[in-house]
């Protein structure tokens, strides 16, 4: 199984600072004859169910502020919140989709300092 | 818009059964694969199970296989899970997923609110 080591496990930042949030596969999860990195992200609030943000690595769904962006190739993904704002208090999970079984990381919790 | 609703949890003995439901609308149910991911309490997620829009082609994690079985009915939009043999590591809620593509594994582009299943005797 392909494991998905995400970094840091939590953050802790005033409003409007940066956050990153860095994402690892034990192998390479771009595949080349399509271009693409096979990585998800999602956003869970607390008491809610995960909410895609990102797939192939870096395109954003629908009605995902700008403020967020997906990142990476290979085996090295980035999450960046360029901003924070108070509703981004969230567990982030990436997740590949390259092999089975679909495996998630460990999630990053994003709080306010 | 899109809608999943997940019913059918509960509290269940080691050993025992339970059937999960999870309702969709607003989408053409038959044309999506759908999964099944879980989130022990205050853990992350793991998937646990995923079924293709004509129900041909199944997928488990290892951790259940053999016990769980997924299935669905496409002339009532609605998704299964029927889960034997519980154990108290099972004890998680329970997310129905959609997938993004109608068979294989891809990213799970809306999820329900989730239905809790704790095992305990």
């Known amino acids: 199984d392909i494991v998905m080591t995400q970094s840091p496990d939590s953050l802790s930042l005033s409003l409007g600072e940066r956050a990153t949030i860095s994402c690892k596969s034990s192998?390479?999860?771009?595949?080349?004859?399509?271009?693409?990195?096979?990585l998800a992200w999602y956003q869970q609030k607390p008491g809610q169910p995960p909410k895609l943000l990102f797939y192939w690595a870096s395109t954003r769904e629908s009605g995902v502020p700008d403020r967020f962006s997906g990142s990476g190739s290979r085996t090295d993904f980035t999450l960046t919140i360029s901003s924070l704002q108070a509703e981004d208090v969230a567990v982030y999970y990436c997740?590949?989709?390259?092999?089975?079984?679909?495996?998630f990381g460990q999630g990053t919790k994003v709080e306010i300092k | 818009e899109v809608e999943l609703l997940e019913s059918g949890g509960g509290l269940v003995q080691p050993g025992g059964s339970l059937r999960l439901s999870c309702a969709a609308s607003g989408f053409t149910f038959s044309s999506f694969a759908m999964s099944w991911v879980r989130q022990a309490p205050g853990k992350g997620l793991e998937w646990v199970s995923s079924?293709?829009?004509?129900?041909?082609?199944?997928n488990y994690a290892d951790s259940v296989k053999g016990r769980f079985t997924i299935s669905r009915d496409n002339s009532k939009n609605t998704l299964y899970l029927q889960m034997n043999g519980l154990r108290a590591e099972d004890r998680a809620v329970y997310y129905c997923a959609k997938e993004a593509v109608t068979i294989g594994d891809h990213y799970f582009d809306c999820w329900g609110q989730g239905t809790l299943v704790a095992v305990s005797s």
């Open positions: 997740q590949q989709y390259y092999s089975a079984p679909r495996t």
């Open positions: 079924l293709s829009g004509n129900g041909d082609s199944t």
């Open positions: 192998q390479s999860i771009f595949s080349r004859p399509n271009n693409r990195a096979y």
